[in-house]
């Protein structure tokens, strides 16, 4: 079945330091959506992209839609405390479907 | 805007106990979902339903899962009788339709002693 590849799967970073992270596939998706989900919440969407090649800001965070379509890349530059929680990346196909990444958790070395 | 509304937060029950998770989906949107989220195995989706049809069922792990949306503003996913092995954060999400992205509710914790 479909797999979704992400990475890191934990980052140590400094308050300020520019944070990356990407999903893989060997599949070819139509959406890719990021998610953010702090501690005893829901997931919260960050960011969707609908169309290779597509490159998607909100704030300090940056988005891509890989143009083969069977990648995405999360960006967030300066980083600061709040960026804390766990990413996850999701992919779909032509239905309701979404395949999720296991999830890249983000912790701010004190 | 409210949000997807689910209740309870926490739920601590004995095994065998029959639990009831209620879901309100944002208002206007047609497609609700169920997931189950644990450590082992992240997210699953249990069961989705468009214009209160469950759709896809395939997901739910056996015949001690029930599901309903009996109208748009209203799901209930039931778990009859429970057993520990069920302890995880039930998630509803709502999207407007069925490509759009999902919004998620704050889940309920079950814990199943």
């Known amino acids: 079945g479909q797999q979704l590849n992400q990475s890191p799967q934990s980052m140590f970073i400094q308050e300020g330091e520019d944070v990356s992270m990407n999903c893989t596939s060997s599949?070819?998706?139509?959406?890719w959506l990021w998610y953010k989900q702090d501690p005893g919440e829901g997931p919260v969407l960050l960011i969707a992209l609908y169309k290779a090649g597509e490159l998607t800001s909100n704030g300090r965070l940056t988005a891509q839609f890989g143009i083969t379509r069977k990648d995405s890349f999360l960006n967030i530059s300066a980083s600061i405390p709040s960026d804390v929680g766990i990413y996850f990346c999701a992919g779909q196909s032509s239905n309701y479907q979404l395949i999720w990444g296991a999830g890249t958790k983000l912790i701010i070395k004190p | 805007d409210a949000g997807v509304i689910q209740s309870p937060r926490h739920e601590v029950t004995e095994m065998g106990q029959e639990v009831t998770l209620r879901c309100k989906p944002i208002?206007?949107?047609?497609?609700l979902f169920w997931y189950r989220q644990t450590m082992m195995r992240g997210l699953e989706l249990l069961i989705y339903?468009?214009?209160?049809?469950?759709?896809?069922d395939s997901g739910m792990p056996e015949d001690r899962f029930s599901a309903k949306m009996p109208n748009a503003s209203f799901s209930t996913l039931k778990i009859q009788p429970s057993e520990p092995r069920d302890s995880a954060v039930y998630f509803c999400?709502?999207?407007?339709?069925?490509?759009?992205?999902?919004?998620f509710g704050n889940g309920t914790r079950l814990t199943v002693t």
């Open positions: 208002s206007g949107h047609n497609s």
């Open positions: 999400a709502s999207s407007l339709n069925s490509n759009s992205p999902l919004h």
């Open positions: 599949s070819i998706f139509n959406t």
């Open positions: 339903f468009n214009n209160n049809v469950p759709i896809d």
